[in-house]
């Protein structure tokens, strides 16, 4: 007796919301979607949750840009951007770089000014002589050699170039 007293739009709303709540309750929950693989020497594993209307990415589609990152930035592919760059001793060349490498590089310039050189990117040449690189090498380099090694490791010896993409 008291809904005829009561103004019809509080009516209607008493009378939606219980409808809006099954009808809510109904909606498909969000899925949770997990792959994982192999790249740069370890192992990898995406875990996303999936939205309704929401395209997931493909394993596939993972797989080619850790592939394409690590051709750029993989200091362990003879072939890639960075092994390319390492291996030249022509510090007036230009090579080609693509938008990982650019990115990786920035960043890298970025930590370095952050920590005041504390983090270098450029110490390869240091870290290959003392074994640690992609080849192996025994014993502990001499002092000498080391006076030699470190002109090489200037970060700030490195410039990018945004057109064409490239870095020497």
């Keep these: 007796r008291m809904y005829p ?13 219980p409808t ?6 109904c909606k498909t929950p969000a899925q949770i979607r997990e792959f994982h693989g192999n790249t740069m020497g370890t192992t990898y594993r995406v875990t996303y949750v999936l939205p309704a209307g929401v395209n997931p990415p493909s394993q596939k589609s993972v797989e080619v840009l850790l592939a394409a990152v690590n051709q750029s930035v993989s200091t362990y592919i003879p072939s890639s ?12 060349a230009w090579h080609p770089v693509d938008g990982h490498f ?3 590089f920035q960043r890298s310039q970025t930590i370095h ?12 040449s240091l870290v290959n002589r003392w ?7 025994e014993g502990i380099p001499n002092d000498e050699t080391i006076r030699k090694l470190l002109p090489t490791v200037s970060l700030e010896a ?3 170039r945004e057109s064409p993409l490239a870095v020497r």
């Excluded at 000014?113 to 390869?124: L, M, R, S, Y």
């Excluded at 074994?131 to 090498?137: C, L, Q």
């Design 158 to 160: 490195f410039v990018l």
């Design 131 to 137: 074994g640690f690189g992609p080849t192996r090498r």
């Design 81 to 92: 951007g960075i092994s390319q760059i390492n291996n030249s001793s022509d510090t007036q």
């Design 102 to 104: 650019k990115a990786v």
């Design 20 to 25: 809006l709540l099954v009808l809510g309750a």
């Design 5 to 17: 007293l009561m103004p019809f739009k509080v009516r209607l709303i008493l009378l939606l919301f």
């Design 113 to 124: 000014e952050q920590t005041h050189g504390a983090f270098n990117p450029a110490v390869g």
